[in-house]
């Protein structure tokens, strides 16, 4: 097994370790924000952190200091960090592990974060089932506000930060960074068209950051340890370490964090056991729901956002879901289709409609009612659906579906053939 060193869940692992704020500072918490805070300026923070290499962890990878570098410095108007805390897409739940075990961590990113882009009022977007992280997260605040970490004049450096956490209400399509804007400005979390992009126009029609927990969990490590430390981890495009939430058919799921060089054999074989009951591999979805799966023939792929592109599929959300000898693909993409029709905000026809259709069509394969037409069907749906739509949910909701016909495709035949479930008990 590859030796890597923690750096996210490195505090969380140690024995004993409850994320208070004394706990955090014994371990050498807030030595960044002491360090930076009205000592480097917002400027040179930004260079660091491009220097770094630093990814998005929430979805698209884009690069988080050039993201900061667009935020216009003479509009006039107020700027403001958004941490998205939503964590929605199926499969992943490493945000969540970061929030409850070591909450410090994350205001410590944040406090950096909007230091950066010169914002004196953040906000943390929860999702409303995190009921315990909420309830951590704000001890954790009271607790970094009473001694100063927080509020006017941060640690005596002349600068002043506001956190608010922001309970969402439990939908999918809140995590997406226009509709988490609309649904914090108290409407219907519904994606905005852009451009304006949220940087020059976002929260209260501010320019805005929205940063994934996982994203902005990383500074603290970055600005104590410099930018070519962590620029060094990782592969030439995809710095850094990930937390990749492993789930289903495997003997050990869990949270990893390893570098972006490991591959898949390495995390699922190695690290997550392999496929629980001695099973074999069918099938792979390595970045969340929307992502296109993969199978055997890809385990020796990079989890790295370039070499999963390659392969056909993305790195997304870092939720990487297995599945054993025996899973009905057709049931999968059932349920997967279902899943973002009941998230689809309705604003675009293609994606309403669209998720609609697929859910409804895989549905009737499933059962036993597929006709042989149905197949080309669907991959037509996919089609009318990608590319065409207000935010990416549609093609998320699409690319997968076609990605379960293009490798499985027999599977989806013999279903419509034997008028049943081939797999079923
Ligand atoms: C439908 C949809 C759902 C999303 N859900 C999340 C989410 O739960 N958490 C998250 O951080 N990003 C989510 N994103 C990505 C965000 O829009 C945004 O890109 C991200 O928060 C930016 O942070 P980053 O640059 O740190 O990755 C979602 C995107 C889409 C299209
Ligand atoms: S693609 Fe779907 S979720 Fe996104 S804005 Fe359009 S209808 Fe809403």
């Known amino acids: 097994m590859p030796t890597h060193e923690k750096i996210l869940l490195k505090n969380m692992e140690r024995p004993g370790y409850g994320g208070t704020l004394p706990e955090y500072l014994a371990v050498g918490g807030y030595e960044a924000v ?77 406090i950096l974060a909007a230091y950066a882009i010169g914002c004196h009022r953040s906000y943390v977007y929860i999702r409303g089932e995190l009921v315990y992280g909420a309830s951590v997260l704000t001890r954790a605040l009271h607790e970094a506000a009473t001694q100063g970490f ?11 930060l506001t956190i608010t956490l922001h309970r969402g209400a439990g939908a999918y399509i809140c ?40 994203t902005l969990c990383n500074l603290p490590h970055i600005l104590t340890r410099g930018p070519e430390w962590y620029a060094a981890i990782g592969t030439e495009k995809s710095k850094g370490t990930r937390i990749f939430s492993v789930s289903g058919h495997v003997s050990r799921p869990g949270n990893y964090e390893l570098p972006l060089s490991v591959t898949l054999r390495e995390l699922l074989l190695e690290h997550a056991g392999g496929v629980s009951d001695g099973r074999a591999l ?12 993969l199978t ?38 059932e349920v997967v289709a279902r899943f973002f029709h009941h998230e689809s905000c309705g604003q ?44 990416v949910l549609s093609d998320a909701a699409a690319l997968p579906i076609a990605s379960y016909l293009r490798y499985f495709r027999d599977e989806f035949e013999a279903h419509v053939r034997e008028r049943r479930c081939p797999l079923a008990a």
Request: charged residues 25%; glycine residues 14%; hydrophobic residues 35%.
């Open 34 to 110: 002491r360090n930076v805070l009205g000592k480097v300026p917002p400027a040179e923070v930004i260079e660091r952190v491009k220097r770094s290499g630093l990814r998005g962890r929430g979805g698209a990878g884009f690069p988080t200091g050039l993201k900061w570098g667009f935020v216009p410095k003479d509009s006039g108007l107020p700027r403001y960090l958004l941490c998205n805390a939503d964590e929605s897409e199926p499969g992943t739940f490493k945000d969540r592990q970061l929030i409850e075990r070591d909450p410090h961590q994350l205001l410590e990113g944040i």
């Open 150 to 160: 927080l509020g006017q004049s941060v640690l005596g450096s002349g600068y002043d």
């Open 175 to 214: 995590g997406e960074e226009t509709a988490l804007i609309e649904s914090l400005e108290g409407k219907k979390g519904m994606p905005r068209i852009r451009p304006p992009f949220p940087a020059v126009r976002g929260l209260y029609q501010s320019p805005t950051v929205v940063n994934n927990v996982e």
């Open 282 to 293: 069918k099938a792979v979805i390595p970045g969340g729901a929307s992502s296109p799966v």
């Open 296 to 333: 055997p023939q890809h385990l020796d792929v990079g989890m790295d956002f370039e070499s999963l592109a390659a392969a056909g599929s993305m790195g997304g959300s870092g939720g990487v879901i297995v599945m054993a000898e025996g899973t009905c693909m057709v049931q999968v993409g």
């Open 348 to 391: 675009c026809t293609q994606c309403r409609e669209g998720t609609a259709w697929l859910h409804k069509v895989l549905a009737r394969i499933e059962r036993g009612g597929g006709r042989r037409e149905d197949l080309d069907l669907l991959l037509d749906v996919c089609d009318n659906m990608t590319g065409k739509t207000i935010c």
